[in-house]
């Protein structure tokens, strides 16, 4: 079960992750707010965890190009951590918000961290890396990233730089993509494809842009059409039948709440909308 919060819209598909060290350097502070400027016409969602740092600034920047930013909490809505991002609450809702799987009370236990990075990765269609220490958080979400089959991204940096060799690991392993800036990213998740040469490509009012129609991708088709022929199903038996791993149905279904196309019931229950 998941809690949402503020205005979020799940129309847009392009969906991508921001997350790196709580320690941000001076180079990583000056490429998200470069990265964010050249995504900007492509008006991608931004998700991140709320936290010190890349989170942050991620947040911050696609608020600044006025693009859809979505925290993910590791606690309950009433909760705030840090205490000092409270500041940028109102601003997230107003176009975004919050999700978290905790309940309203639950405190931001340091297991709830680790839990919460399965959901950062889950709903994103790519996962950059901008900052990381040899080991931390950010290095989990890559990892969880790569075993939902999605696309990393790592900006490299200098040898000797503490905060680049988490980054450099995951390119020298094969396990992202060198990001030097928004142009990999573009070719790579095939933005350009879905730009019509006649179209405006800097934003459109949200308000023109809502559609009649939810997009669903290949497996929200599958996973739809299986539940309006057989009505509310149970997880283990969606997975089974329509052949997706649980841990990937999971993050899929997740989605698909919300865009609203389905909705959760008790039980581990699942019914279309």
Not at 26 to 37: A, P, Q, T
Not at 186 to 198: G, K, V
Not at 223 to 229: A, G, T
């Amino acid at each position: 079960m998941f809690f949402k919060d503020g205005n979020i819209d799940f129309s847009n598909d392009r969906i991508i992750s921001i997350v790196g060290t709580r320690t941000m350097t001076n180079y990583g502070r000056d490429f998200c707010e470069k990265l964010m400027d050249e995504l900007a016409p492509y008006n991608p969602i931004i998700v991140s965890g709320f936290a010190y740092g890349v989170d942050i600034c991620a947040h911050k920047n696609a608020m600044k190009q006025n693009l859809q930013t979505i925290g993910v909490l590791a606690h309950g809505f009433e909760q705030i951590y840090p205490k000092s991002h409270k500041k940028y609450i109102h601003e997230m809702n107003e176009n975004g918000g919050f999700i978290t799987e905790f309940f309203h009370n639950e405190n931001p236990l340091r297991e709830n961290f680790l839990k919460r990075n399965r959901i950062v990765a889950g709903i994103s269609k790519a996962t950059i890396i901008i900052e990381s220490a040899s080991k931390g958080g950010s290095l989990v979400t890559a990892d969880i990233a790569n075993s939902y089959d999605r696309d990393v991204f790592a900006v490299p940096g200098k040898v000797t730089d503490l905060m680049s060799k988490g980054c450099n690991q995951l390119i020298q392993q094969h396990k992202a993509h060198l990001l030097e800036s928004a142009k990999d990213i573009i070719q790579m998740l095939n933005w350009d494809i879905w730009t019509s040469s006649t179209q405006d490509v800097s934003r459109v009012s949200t308000s023109v842009q809502k559609k009649l129609f939810v997009e669903l991708n290949e497996d929200e088709e599958k996973i739809y059409d299986y539940l309006q022929k057989n009505g509310s199903q149970v997880l283990d038996l969606i997975a089974l039948e329509i052949h997706i791993p649980v841990y990937q149905l999971a993050t899929i279904l997740l989605q698909m709440e919300l865009k609203n196309v389905i909705k959760p019931l008790p039980g581990k229950m699942f019914e279309i909308i």
